[in-house]
Each structure stands twice: as structure tokens, then as C-alpha cells.
């Protein structure tokens, strides 16, 4: 049999600190693997969660058939793809129905979710004050549970915006969820039919102020695609 004993000369003491240091990065590597599964994993959840019809699920840009509305696409884009340094700028897609502006909004949501792992929250705005409504409790605690992951959300996406039935309450909901998320710098993609002067005149001031300052506005005024394809058919 024989025996090796180690030395102590400086060689070895390096070889010895060297495969530490690679132990060391080995194992943060696969610590830094498993975050990235796990962040990819929390962050489609999140949006898996939201009620996304099925007919708008699979929505990304480069599925995108609005060739009029380039100027719109390359503006989602470039925000999906620079979000990290949005630094709470949002977007508001407004003109006629049919022309993309949940297509792109959902886009943007997919490629988060995808590229960066960052989590999402998608609703209809007129569907979300239902679900609240509905969730109300003696102690409201279901119902602020929902607003509570609007406000919080890495984005928040708001379609169709000016559709709901509007009250007192349906006001407050809404400049709860825009103002905390003013004040802490928390984008907002919003899409509406509406232009900014109707929304301002037809919805609380405050509410319309915060988005305007807040959102870039992407005016997609055009022909219904659906009422393109209806007639085409």
C-alpha cells in the first residue's frame, strides 16, 4: 500500500483554493438555477391566474397581424423588452375597438413572463370590480385580498377601461389601485376605446391625472379587423 501525505508547499495550497472556489461557484450556479426555475414558474402562475379568455391566451408579437398599427407594435415591444427600466411608466393603448390593443397588451404580459420571469396581473376592469363585488365579506378581507395583488403587481394591465358601470365605489376602487400604484412607481398598461379627453371628462379627474402622468399614451384608431374578416368572409 502507499500512502500520500500532502505538502505544504505553496502549489498545493493553491490547487486546495482553487476547487474550493469551484465548489463555491458550482453550487451557486445550481442555486441560481433553481431561482430562475422558480421565478419562471411564479411568475406564468401569476398570470395563469388571471382571467385571460382562451381566444386571447397564446397573444404575442409574433402573432401580431396589424400591419397599421407598426408604430403601436414597435412601442409595446420596446417596452416589454426595456420593462426593467421602466421605472413606473406605463403605456394606454386608446382608439376603436378591434384593432389589437388587448392583442399587444397580453404581448407584452407573455414576454415578461417568458424573458424576464416577471409576474403580471391581467383583468378587465368591469370583470374585476364584479369578482371584488362578489367577494365581499363582513370583514371585506377577500375583497381587499384582490385589490391588494392589483396594487402590488410588478405590472398591472387594465383592459378596457371605461366599459364598467360607473358609481362612487367603482371610482374609489379604481384611484385606490392607480394612486398606490403612482406613489410607488408601479407601471400600469392600460387599454381603452376611449380617448384621454372622454376618459377625463367621464371619470373621476384624479384617477385620469395620475394615468396621464404616469403612461405613455399609443393611439390605435382604425378599422375593426373582426368587421374586416366578417365581410371578407
Same mark, same amino acid.
Not at 391581467?122 to 395583488?149: H, M, P, Q, V, W
Given at each position: 500500500?502507499?500512502?500520500?501525505?500532502?505538502?505544504?508547499?505553496?502549489?498545493?495550497?493553491?490547487?486546495?483554493?482553487?476547487?474550493?472556489?469551484?465548489?463555491?461557484?458550482?453550487?451557486?450556479?445550481?442555486?441560481?438555477?433553481?431561482?430562475?426555475?422558480?421565478?419562471?414558474?411564479?411568475?406564468?402562475?401569476?398570470?395563469?391566474?388571471?382571467?385571460?379568455?382562451?381566444?386571447?391566451?397564446?397573444?404575442?408579437?409574433?402573432?401580431?397581424?396589424?400591419?397599421?398599427?407598426?408604430?403601436?407594435?414597435?412601442?409595446?415591444?420596446?417596452?416589454?423588452?426595456?420593462?426593467?427600466?421602466?421605472?413606473?411608466?406605463?403605456?394606454?393603448?386608446?382608439?376603436?375597438?378591434?384593432?389589437?390593443?388587448?392583442?399587444?397588451?397580453?404581448?407584452?404580459?407573455?414576454?415578461?413572463?417568458?424573458?424576464?420571469?416577471?409576474?403580471? *396581473?391581467?383583468?378587465?376592469?368591469?370583470?374585476?370590480?364584479? $369578482? @371584488?363585488?362578489? =367577494?365581499? #365579506?363582513?370583514?371585506?378581507?377577500?375583497?381587499?385580498?384582490?385589490?391588494?395583488?392589483?396594487?402590488?403587481?410588478?405590472?398591472?394591465?387594465?383592459?378596457?377601461?371605461?366599459?364598467?358601470?360607473?358609481?362612487?365605489?367603482?371610482?374609489?376602487?379604481?384611484?385606490?389601485?392607480?394612486?398606490?400604484?403612482?406613489?410607488?412607481?408601479?407601471?400600469?398598461?392600460?387599454?381603452?376605446?376611449?380617448?384621454?379627453?372622454?376618459? *377625463?371628462?367621464?371619470?373621476?379627474?384624479?384617477?385620469?391625472? $395620475? @394615468?396621464?402622468? =404616469?403612461? #405613455?399614451?399609443?393611439?390605435?384608431?382604425?378599422?375593426?379587423?373582426?368587421?374586416?374578416?366578417?365581410?371578407?368572409?
Amino acid at each position: 500500500m502507499i500512502l500520500y501525505r500532502r505538502c505544504n508547499c505553496e502549489d498545493m495550497e493553491n490547487y486546495i483554493k482553487t476547487e474550493k472556489e469551484i465548489s463555491e461557484l458550482q453550487e451557486l450556479i445550481e442555486l441560481t438555477d433553481r431561482d430562475i426555475i422558480m421565478c419562471s414558474e411564479n411568475a406564468r402562475r401569476s398570470l395563469n391566474n388571471c382571467h385571460i379568455g382562451s381566444r386571447f391566451t397564446d397573444c404575442t408579437f409574433d402573432n401580431f397581424e396589424g400591419k397599421e398599427f407598426r408604430a403601436a407594435y414597435e412601442t409595446a415591444l420596446n417596452y416589454a423588452k426595456n420593462f426593467p427600466k421602466s421605472d413606473g411608466q406605463g403605456l394606454i393603448l386608446t382608439g376603436s375597438p378591434g384593432t389589437g390593443k388587448t392583442h399587444l397588451a397580453i404581448a407584452i404580459a407573455n414576454y415578461l413572463v417568458e424573458e424576464l420571469y416577471v409576474p403580471v *396581473y391581467f383583468c378587465n376592469f368591469a370583470d374585476e370590480l364584479n $369578482r @371584488i363585488r362578489a =367577494s365581499f #365579506t363582513k370583514e371585506g378581507s377577500a375583497s381587499d385580498i384582490i385589490i391588494k395583488k392589483m396594487i402590488e403587481a410588478p405590472l398591472l394591465i387594465i383592459d378596457d377601461l371605461g366599459k364598467e358601470k360607473r358609481s362612487e365605489w367603482s371610482d374609489e376602487v379604481l384611484y385606490r389601485v392607480i394612486s398606490n400604484r403612482y406613489s410607488d412607481r408601479k407601471p400600469t398598461v392600460i387599454t381603452t376605446n376611449y380617448d384621454i379627453k372622454y376618459l *377625463y371628462d367621464s371619470l373621476n379627474p384624479s384617477i385620469i391625472s $395620475r @394615468i396621464i402622468g =404616469s403612461c #405613455t399614451a399609443v393611439n390605435m384608431d382604425g378599422t375593426d379587423y373582426r368587421l374586416r374578416e366578417f365581410y371578407a368572409s
